[in-house]
């Protein structure tokens, strides 16, 4: 199946590159992210506030975060170098998000404002510019 955008066709991402996330481990990361302190969207332009909302949110679901994050990991690092998951549930600060990106980015070469993955349409960021995907 192919897709049109923009006079441009698509190819339909292969299913090597998706991930079902089952809904207990979902529910268990939501639970986990909903445990962390609240910030501002602005908030999450730092790198140091990517990295502390990364570390608790896995601190608080270790067994979950693993289990999600590493298949992320597995399908970053071969080609189509993308991850497709499904089953998430994130929760209204975009704090599980925030630390899902910075997790399954560990290691790689950062983009200086954290972008590298997004859900949804791209959004502006402070400074006007659009975001990019990864």
Do not use: K
């Not at 639970?31 to 910030?39: D, M, S």
């Not at 730092?46 to 067994?63: I, K, Y």
């Not at 599980?96 to 990106?101: H, P, Q, R, T, Y």
């Amino acid at each position: 199946m192919q897709h049109c955008w923009r006079n441009q066709t698509m190819q339909q991402l292969p299913e090597s590159a998706r991930i079902q996330v089952p809904p207990d481990l979902a529910a268990d990361l939501l639970r986990a992210a909903e445990g962390l302190p609240r910030y501002e969207n602005q908030d999450f332009y730092s790198f140091t506030r990517q990295a502390e909302v990364h570390a608790a949110g896995r601190d608080r679901a270790p067994g979950s975060w693993s289990e999600v994050v590493g298949p992320i990991r597995e399908r970053l690092a071969r080609r189509p170098r993308c991850a497709l998951v499904s089953g998430l549930r994130f929760d209204q600060g975009n704090r599980l998000f925030v630390a899902l990106n910075r997790g399954a980015r560990e290691g790689q070469a950062q983009d200086p404002q954290g972008r590298g993955a997004h859900r949804g349409p791209l959004a502006e960021d402070a400074s006007g510019n659009r975001g990019t995907h990864a």
